[in-house]
């Protein structure tokens, strides 16, 4: 099994900020079959970014993604204050899926 | 885009099984792996198994073995995951989500409470 650890597990900003999420993976993630999904109380996970850095469609482009093999980060460039959520990355390269567990990105 | 659409919420008793189903809009029904995942209250995602809508051929998690089985009926374009000897941890929403274009369906909550 492919372990995610996703850091830090609260990040505390302000509108307007960046924010930085990590996620690092036990085992290299195939083809880059690296997501993140932000998620709201209540609701579906919902995709932001697939194959590590593509994002999906209608995602703003205030949210990208990098890295490959076992390091891989999202970044929102500046929050907008719809984007104070829990945030998950998945890898789905292997027949089990595996995620992290989370990312709470909380107004400061 | 495929959208998928899960059963309504249940109630169930310990000891008790429930069967939930998920919907998908479109005839691509048999293009990609169909995989189950739960979350309990407060908690992370967490994978059940997945299912080859084509052939039916399942894996599942080994927390789960023995407890879920994963079906699907292509003819509607609708898979089910049954899950069985409840426990009250097993109270969670339970998504379904498409590989390929990696959809969710909304959720369906499953409360187990005597």
């Known amino acids: 099994e492919n372990v995610l650890t996703q850091s830090p597990g609260t990040l505390s900003l302000s509108p307007g900020e960046r924010a930085t999420l990590s996620c690092r993976a036990s085992q290299s993630v195939s083809s880059s079959y690296l997501a993140w999904y932000q998620q709201k109380p209540g609701q579906a996970p919902r995709l932001l970014i697939y194959a590590a850095s593509s994002r999906a469609t209608g995602i703003p482009d205030r949210f990208s993604g990098s890295g490959s093999g076992t390091d891989f980060t999202l970044t929102i460039s500046r929050l907008e204050p719809e984007d104070f959520a829990v945030y998950y990355c998945?890898?789905?390269?292997?027949?089990?899926?595996?995620f992290g567990q989370g990312t709470k990105v909380e107004i400061k | 885009q495929v959208q998928l659409v899960q059963s309504g919420a249940e109630v169930k008793q310990p000891g008790a099984s429930v069967k939930v189903s998920c919907k998908a809009s479109r005839k691509t029904f048999t293009d990609n792996y169909m995989h189950w995942v739960r979350q309990a209250p407060g908690q992370g995602l967490e994978w059940m198994g997945r299912i080859t809508p084509n052939s039916g051929a399942t894996n599942y998690a080994q927390k789960f073995q023995g407890r879920v089985t994963m079906t699907r009926d292509t003819s509607i374009s609708t898979a089910y995951m049954e899950l069985s000897r409840l426990r009250s941890d097993d109270t969670a929403v339970y998504f379904c989500?498409?590989?390929?274009?990696?959809?969710w369906g909304q959720g369906t909550l499953v409360t187990v409470s005597s």
């Open positions: 998945q890898q789905y390269g292997s027949s089990q899926w595996t």
């Open positions: 989500a498409r590989e390929g274009s990696l959809t």
